[in-house]
């Protein structure tokens, strides 16, 4: 991966980005290891290609001498950079602290404490942001014409496919005992790369390419809406059939990953998209409630009958969803919350500090690290990005308002299931979704005819 990095930075930036691009959704694959036990951490492959496109974005800026981003995403851009400014400017707090303050250890089942102090941990966490942020800019800047967007579309959909494949040969390894081949996708070295090994109820969990069960469940679910221009007959990215299967193997390995992250997310996935097909004019307000009615029969008949007549599914699923909150991770993990809190109260504008506190989920994670300046940004930010897609969306029939509520649900997703799972920091996918949802923010001055050339892609 190296020296192909480092050829495209010289030959190609177009061959740079996709390669970027499709590498987002493998976060346990390295192209480098640093270190070792605790403080072993990895550059990853999509770190690797995406730091190299934007250095070459920055060379030939500098050759051509055009500095000029495109104005209309200039809201969410100055939003973002809001929320870097906060984080940076947050890690005045452990300075200020200076080991008055005992915090808890990032680990699990680790009751030790520290003092709190100013680290290389801290500026290295902040690093890591804003790198995220640059990509999700540049991300956008990079997918404002259709065939940009179409073409971002269909390598991070090729990409979704081979990592549910790859998932599907991991589940296939564990059942029969055939040895699975981590070294291929899952050779990062950090302490949170060995997700693949974990085992529930006795079988091997579905991690693929990925840090864990949850972020595999999290990047298939964001880009299962990809999928729904081919289900409405409306377009496609691949193809009709090929997206409708690569549907119906996302699904299936969602199901078969015994992950609450991905039985949770197909529920509230289904509940956010009646709300967009009601917006876009695609069904009718009693067709959407006689489809959830009927959905939600249908789900759970097919989930009692299973439950009913297997004992393998009924005890995944008492374990994945009805123990989840009994079990000793699941503790710990609200452990972690609850002390994250207790941070926040003592320091409720600016936090302790960006990195300095440990909490799986979203919210408490903001305002214990950032404060309530930095979570509001935060999601001052995100709110404005998903209420322009809202406000922009209209009827299914143009290319743009297809991706537009592709990206729209796929980041609904990701927020939804980072509240409850954690903050996507240091996933590729989360800042191309982001990336993307910019891009599609933009409110088209004009519709599309089903018929115009721009629409093609959307036609089936």
Known sequence: MLPIGLLGLLLSRKWLYRLFVFWTLFSASAAANFGEGQNASALQVWMLFGSLWLARLVLDHLLTFSFSGDRRILRPCLWLTAFLFISSLSLVMPVY???????????LFDVSETPLFLTSHNVTQLLYLIFG??????????????????????????????????GLIQFVCNVTGIPYPYYIFNNSGSISGGGYSQTFNG????????????VFAQDLLSLLPLTLAAWLGRGFVLSVWLDRC?????????????????????????????PVLLRTGTISKARALKSALITGVTVFAVVALF???NSVVRDVLTSAVV????????????????????????????GIGWGSATSHDLIVLLLSNVGIIGACTFFGAMFCIMRANWRAMGPLVSS????????????????????????????GNFWLVLGMAIATGLKTE???????PQSQHASD
């Not at 602290?97 to 680990?107: D, E, Q, R, V």
């Not at 193997?249 to 529920?267: C, E, I, P, R, W």
Request: one cysteine or more; proline letters at 3%.
């Open 203 to 214: 079988l091997g969990r579905i991690t693929s390419g990925t840090l864990e069960a949850s």
């Open 307 to 309: 439950a009913s007549s």
């Open 446 to 452: 004009t519709r599309e005819s089903p018929t115009s």
């Open 323 to 350: 123990e989840k909150s009994s079990s000793g991770s699941a503790l710990e993990r609200l452990m972690t919350v609850q002390l994250a809190f207790g941070y926040f109260q003592r320091f409720p504008m600016l």
């Open 246 to 274: 690569s549907a119906v193997l996302f699904v299936a390995v969602l199901l078969l990953s015994t992950s609450s992250t991905a039985y949770v997310g197909l529920m509230a996935l289904v509940l956010v998209l009646l």
């Open 97 to 107: 602290i200076n080991g008055k303050l005992a915090i808890a250890s990032p680990f």
């Open 133 to 166: 942020v640059l990509i999700a800019i540049c991300v956008a800047h990079s997918n404002l014409r259709d065939e940009q967007r179409h073409e971002t579309e269909r390598i991070i959909l090729i990409s979704a496919i081979v990592l549910a494949v790859w």
């Open 400 to 427: 743009m308002d297809l991706s537009r509520s592709a990206w729209f649900l796929g980041l609904t997703m990701l927020l939804f299931t980072s509240i409850i799972g954690g903050f996507p920091l240091v996933l």
